[in-house]
């Protein structure tokens, strides 16, 4: 194991971002990373809301128009290796808003946050389980620590 | 020769501003600061970046699908919004609901408004800087949380309430209340010694005491609804005027100050109320069927619907037309209580600032839904009821 990998798995940071979800998934990741049921500070990952110290963005939400462009500006703040967890089903595919009117797309939306940055990893839910949410993260962490 | 003079130093006012995404502020909003010797003296706070147009989704939708749409609005008071919605639709049919589905309704919105009061404790002594007390109420809420995956099947967003009743699957056996029953104790005795230590540590009382406090009289002129406004002394409680709530004895809690301290014991206090009205819904829950179907779907006028929310009074109203649903409109109490932040954060030191935003217990991805209709040419502002003539 590298010096920087060893260095980095003692404290992986979350860091999470809203683009205009219903406040459900949210709460919940803040709950599984905070609060002391799941306490995800344990496994030494913490939160973070420093996009510079940041090594793993989570996003929920559809992205709205509005929020297009801080999301952009967030990603590329946080250094290489960086990981993108979408969580929820806003983030991973639109969810209700997004495909409301069948075949035309809601012009409100610009998610899911695919269209807009790389995602590793996505944790499906509506709204998404605190459990869910470890797992996602924990799962895609191979390529942050096997990175250089 | 000149007199020398020392230069006064001018004060600059300077504008600080956070947002859309900022730490300090966890929902996505902006707010601007306009600051004079670190004291602030005017707030602004915009809103619309979540704007997703639920409203517009919600027009011609079948009913009962527009209801359940209605969950995705707040994550927070989830059940709350189905239930108005449920309760639009109910007013214009005429339908008769059974007694037993009332008192799960009720038993669900208390809950619903506990964790939401709790949210308010933890995140409010989190901008406080006590990050103790706001585990401390962080681990309370999940015995909430977990009676109502218990009941709905899902921690957040649990689809209670439909036309007629409640949906069987939310129905509550012996066990399921003796579970209940229990978690109610548990809570009640963690937030009893919560309270005791909050209200005896002197170090945090002088940190909340007369921050952020608003008049009663602006209070009443800024039109703030729920608990905000009880925080600041007037009696109002839309609970009282539901016929929902006839059969319950509860008190309605007020608090002399408006500041922050009596906001955040105003959630505490009101948390025993719906602890105590819990306790009378599950001691007196009658027996019968939980849903009637016998309903039938006919065109209706514009209904409107008022409810109390967690964070106050709700309103919904739509028309009903072919089974579908025509002009809808959703308010929610943080959209009212916008200038209640405001007004609360002038006059108090920048620190202090976030704090006097949280303490009106802002849900503002619920309130970005306003929807106006303004006329191509004239740019005059029209009757939302044009909506319903004009589209499909």
């Given at each position: 194991m590298s010096l920087k990998t060893h260095s980095r798995s003692k404290a992986i940071h979350v860091m999470l971002v809203y683009t205009g979800g219903c406040n459900g998934c949210d709460i919940e990741i803040v709950n599984s990373i905070l609060s002391p049921k799941f306490d995800a500070e344990q496994y030494s990952v913490f939160l973070t809301w420093n996009p510079r110290e940041a090594d793993v963005l989570v996003v929920t939400g559809p992205v709205t128009n509005q929020n297009r462009q801080p999301l952009e500006d967030i990603y590329n703040a946080i250094p290489n290796p960086k990981l993108v967890v979408a969580a929820g089903a806003c983030a991973c595919m639109g969810g209700v808003y997004k495909n409301c009117y069948g075949d035309i797309q809601s012009e409100e939306i610009e998610g899911p946050v695919e269209n807009i940055i790389p995602v590793d990893a996505k944790v499906p839910g509506c709204a998404v389980r605190p459990q869910d949410v470890l797992s996602g993260v924990v799962a895609s962490l191979p390529k942050l620590l096997g990175a250089d | 020769m000149e007199e020398k003079k020392a230069k006064t130093q001018e004060i600059i006012e300077t504008e600080i501003q956070m947002g859309t995404v900022h730490p300090a502020a966890l929902e996505p909003y902006r707010v601007r600061f306009f600051v004079e010797d670190e004291i602030v003296k005017d707030a602004?706070?915009?809103?619309?970046?979540?704007?997703?147009?639920?409203?517009?989704?919600?027009?011609?939708?079948?009913?009962?699908?527009?209801?359940?749409?209605?969950?995705?609005?707040?994550?927070?008071?989830?059940?709350?919004h189905v239930w108005n919605s449920v309760r639009v639709a109910e007013i214009g049919l005429g339908v008769e609901i059974p007694d037993r589905a009332l008192y799960l309704r009720i038993i669900v919105a208390e809950l619903e408004r506990l964790h939401s009061h709790f949210l308010f404790l933890a995140h409010?002594?989190?901008?406080?800087?006590?990050?103790?007390?706001?585990?401390?109420?962080?681990?309370?809420?999940?015995?909430?949380?977990?009676?109502?995956?218990?009941?709905g099947g899902?921690?957040?967003?649990?689809?209670?309430?439909?036309?007629?009743?409640?949906?069987?699957?939310?129905?509550?056996?012996?066990?399921?209340?003796?579970?209940?029953?229990?978690?109610?104790?548990?809570?009640?005795?963690?937030?009893?010694?919560?309270?005791?230590?909050?209200?005896?540590?002197?170090?945090?009382?002088?940190?909340?005491?007369?921050v952020g406090s608003i008049p009663q009289e602006q209070a009443i002129k800024l039109a703030v609804t729920g608990p905000s406004l009880r925080a600041t002394g007037v009696k109002k409680d839309l609970r009282t005027e539901m016929f929902e709530y006839e059969n319950f004895d509860f008190d309605i809690i007020t608090q002399p100050?408006?500041?922050?301290?009596?906001?955040?014991?105003?959630?505490?206090?009101?948390?025993?109320?719906?602890?105590?009205?819990?306790?009378?819904?599950?001691?007196?829950?009658?027996?019968?069927?939980?849903?009637?179907?016998?309903?039938?779907?006919?065109?209706?006028?514009?209904?409107?619907?008022?409810?109390?929310?967690?964070?106050?009074?709700?309103?919904?109203?739509?028309a009903i037309e072919d089974g579908r649903v025509r002009g809808s409109i959703v308010r929610t109490p943080s959209m009212a209580n916008i200038g209640a932040m405001q007004y609360a954060s002038i006059g108090s030191h920048i620190t202090d600032a976030q704090l006097c935003i949280v303490q009106c217990d802002p849900c503002f991805t619920c309130s970005d839904r306003a929807v106006e209709v303004y006329d191509f040419d004239s740019h005059e502002k029209l009757d939302k009821s044009i909506l319903q003539s004009n589209i499909l």
């Amino acid at each position: 194991m590298s010096l920087k990998t060893h260095s980095r798995s003692k404290a992986i940071h979350v860091m999470l971002v809203y683009t205009g979800g219903c406040n459900g998934c949210d709460i919940e990741i803040v709950n599984s990373i905070l609060s002391p049921k799941f306490d995800a500070e344990q496994y030494s990952v913490f939160l973070t809301w420093n996009p510079r110290e940041a090594d793993v963005l989570v996003v929920t939400g559809p992205v709205t128009n509005q929020n297009r462009q801080p999301l952009e500006d967030i990603y590329n703040a946080i250094p290489n290796p960086k990981l993108v967890v979408a969580a929820g089903a806003c983030a991973c595919m639109g969810g209700v808003y997004k495909n409301c009117y069948g075949d035309i797309q809601s012009e409100e939306i610009e998610g899911p946050v695919e269209n807009i940055i790389p995602v590793d990893a996505k944790v499906p839910g509506c709204a998404v389980r605190p459990q869910d949410v470890l797992s996602g993260v924990v799962a895609s962490l191979p390529k942050l620590l096997g990175a250089d | 020769m000149e007199e020398k003079k020392a230069k006064t130093q001018e004060i600059i006012e300077t504008e600080i501003q956070m947002g859309t995404v900022h730490p300090a502020a966890l929902e996505p909003y902006r707010v601007r600061f306009f600051v004079e010797d670190e004291i602030v003296k005017d707030a602004e706070v915009t809103i619309g970046v979540n704007h997703r147009g639920i409203e517009r989704i919600m027009e011609g939708l079948p009913v009962e699908k527009a209801n359940m749409l209605t969950e995705k609005i707040c994550g927070i008071c989830s059940n709350i919004h189905v239930w108005n919605s449920v309760r639009v639709a109910e007013i214009g049919l005429g339908v008769e609901i059974p007694d037993r589905a009332l008192y799960l309704r009720i038993i669900v919105a208390e809950l619903e408004r506990l964790h939401s009061h709790f949210l308010f404790l933890a995140h409010g002594c989190e901008v406080l800087g006590h990050e103790t007390f706001s585990m401390r109420v962080f681990y309370m809420r999940e015995t909430i949380m977990e009676l109502l995956h218990m009941i709905g099947g899902n921690r957040v967003q649990y689809g209670c309430s439909i036309i007629g009743g409640v949906r069987p699957r939310c129905d509550l056996d012996e066990s399921k209340l003796i579970k209940i029953t229990e978690g109610l104790d548990t809570t009640e005795k963690n937030l009893k010694e919560f309270a005791d230590r909050f209200t005896r540590d002197t170090m945090l009382l002088s940190r909340v005491t007369g921050v952020g406090s608003i008049p009663q009289e602006q209070a009443i002129k800024l039109a703030v609804t729920g608990p905000s406004l009880r925080a600041t002394g007037v009696k109002k409680d839309l609970r009282t005027e539901m016929f929902e709530y006839e059969n319950f004895d509860f008190d309605i809690i007020t608090q002399p100050d408006g500041d922050v301290k009596s906001n955040l014991l105003m959630r505490v206090l009101e948390s025993f109320e719906s602890i105590k009205i819990l306790r009378q819904a599950i001691k007196n829950i009658p027996e019968g069927k939980v849903v009637d179907r016998s309903w039938e779907m006919v065109d209706t006028d514009i209904i409107k619907s008022y409810i109390e929310a967690p964070r106050g009074t709700l309103y919904h109203s739509y028309a009903i037309e072919d089974g579908r649903v025509r002009g809808s409109i959703v308010r929610t109490p943080s959209m009212a209580n916008i200038g209640a932040m405001q007004y609360a954060s002038i006059g108090s030191h920048i620190t202090d600032a976030q704090l006097c935003i949280v303490q009106c217990d802002p849900c503002f991805t619920c309130s970005d839904r306003a929807v106006e209709v303004y006329d191509f040419d004239s740019h005059e502002k029209l009757d939302k009821s044009i909506l319903q003539s004009n589209i499909l």
